[in-house]
């Protein structure tokens, strides 16, 4: 039989006839069709839902995450209590900075005592999607030495939520020991200066433990800030923006009011001069990366403990 | 005719012809069938639109809302003028203290004079899908008695303003006697503090009539503070949340500047001590649902009117 | 051949037999079909991926930018800097006065050294849709004289950002001698008064060079404010918006702290008293279109240059 004759003579007869008496019978086939494809489709095919429904440009790699590769298990702090490791929670906002995830979390590589939980903005995570070579996706940083887990906003409510479940910034804020906030974007900035909790980072913000006294530290693991947790942050802004007055009324508050030199929760990594990537050259850029790893291994001691 | 025959036929067919040479012009037809289909679909059915474009999870009930079964009558204060009735106009924000709405809203229905508007915040709305005894969905809470509307943010520029249409959230506004935010969660407290109205419940809030002025009472209507409308809140937040210093300042503004006793338009219900759904025992749980009934009863004078 | 027989023909098969037996082989057919369909599909019809995927009501008229239309150029202030023209950045936010936007564009059309970029949010888009005479669509609003581009939020980060990409909100700065936003809403003004930057419109503001010291004027170009580049708002919003204790807070930082006459960056346009489109007469209506016009061209200086 020959198929390229079969189909011509469909393609050439529906052309012809569509338009005329026939397509409102084809209609009510294929709209049954497609409306159960939709059902199967969507209980089978999420991934491919989201294509359709997504972003312009196709993702460059798989960019989901933990939770949605596992969305039936839901995280507990308390399954993690007595892992023996430092509890990093390593968080990007809407800077280009958050390129730098990747390095800071290569640098610690060399730990085995270390676990770490990525979290993403909606904004951060444009700049991981595998679309350079020094911007990886989210699977393949997924795949990084001791990353245990990536989250993003779409994480927080992905299973409608009944009585016992966990809630899943509490959670995270329980589990950490330090959270680290590189890029600590302009926008983030105000929204952590003035309360707002509108994505799954701010909300682990909101929710940290100001006074210090909610979540016990884990038996053998010491907490970073004289036997408290914290949050170490490093802005990272276009020069303009760090000028702008309003800049400096929010750092007041990470820098004095919240400073954990003032009995507070917060240390602040400053910006540093260079040409950013916007162009602008002056302050505003973020703190070194390999700065930023030193802190983090001062502030979890890695150094005193085992090396891997 | 021998169907299966012909259908494995054409399966296998297509298998085996498909990356050869016949699939430019299958896909021709195809494309041009699913763009008809397409604008068919989408004008007589939006909802399975939805399906494709919208979340992981299947609705577990019909969440659409009144608005959205409805969607070519628009709402008017102006309609509602002599109802007779007290206008509870009953929002809940992103915490999980939303489950108590149906509890008060059921709690009131011995009254036949109350109407009960109810909007939610998309965080909200998570908590309201049907997936639990306690945990209604959208579409069986509309069913309850005295409720006449259930609004979300997406109902409020659905039609395509033109000069005349009515403006949603000013006419809620017109409408409520009494606005009561049970939770307000922590997000929408420093959205409250500090004027952002990025939703359907915080632009009605933003557009409250704090100079109590513009809209008069209605005949035999009292309202509900010394002749004033005003806005009830309770607060509903994780424990260290709570105890974050921003709490205080963001609750002076309505505890104090805006207080009713300070010659403001809000009343606040303060949080309690409890174990909370998070797992954190403290303060910052949503007031007792009964006593935010009793104030609502007392608010609207209930007790003295007429009972079902 | 007798193709309306043959038709019928199988639609009355699949409904018979669809139920039956054969619809694991059909949909194992159409599945792989539609999957290769959705790959060639996202490519080459991003526009009709939106059409499935997007609002319940169907677009009135193309709604697309110019970002939209040529994806692949990137915007860069670099490129227009000798083109001779004054820069007016045109920015609209969610008050229901975005309808202004066409007559202050058509009034400036008798000027041929005028070219205007038009911002907008997601909320004022919906108010230019092509909905009425007096609101045309953006693709209408794209092809008047001097309009340069319209950019929207989805354009920040329509391609994958890399090193050496322009970034959006920042060229925009560059480019423009002066920003008006007209409307200015409650929400934006308090987004703008307290630093938050989560839409173009308020990235660029966030971004704006405070110092006036970062942009260098462009040969033969006068800027605006006595050598500063500045930026113009037209507050707009609901008269008990306007009358809310926060809006003073916010227009204290616009028009005292942050003034063009206090050495800082922002002229504000007052608000009027009429009655505004909700139905309620007082304050808080915007500025005259007219005023606003008149406000630009001073500050432009466009009637002692040549006109068109």
Known sequence: MDYSMRFSDIAEALEEVLPKALHIAIFLVILTLIQTIAQVFKRNYPRLIELFAGKHHLPLADTSSFAQRNPSTSFRAADHVSDGKHHLLLAATGSVATIKIPNIVGALAKYDNVSIIILLTESSSNFLQGQSGEQPSLAQIGNMKNVDGIYRDEDEWRKPWVRGDSIL????????????????????????????????????????????????????????????????????????????????????????????????????????????????????????????????????????????
């Open 169 to 308: 910034h509490i959670e995270l804020r329980r589990w950490a020991d330090l959270m680290v906030i590189a890029p600590l974007s302009a926008n983030c900035l105000a929204k952590m200066a003035q309360g707002l909790s509108d994505n799954l980072v701010m909300s682990v913000v909101r929710a940290w433990d100001a006074t210090g006294m909610l979540d016990p530290a884990r038996p053998g693991v010491p907490l970073p800030y004289s036997g408290k947790k914290g949050i170490m942050v490093a802005p990272a802004m276009n020069t303009a923006m760090w000028h702008h007055p309003l800049t400096a009324e929010h750092m007041k508050r990470l820098k004095s009011d919240w400073a954990i030199d003032n009995g507070g929760w917060i240390e602040v990594l400053d910006p540093i001069q260079k040409e950013i990537a916007c162009g602008d050259t002056g302050a505003g850029g973020m703190h070194e990366w390999k700065s930023i790893v030193a802190s983090i291994e001062m502030r979890l001691r890695l150094h005193s403990s085992k090396e891997g």
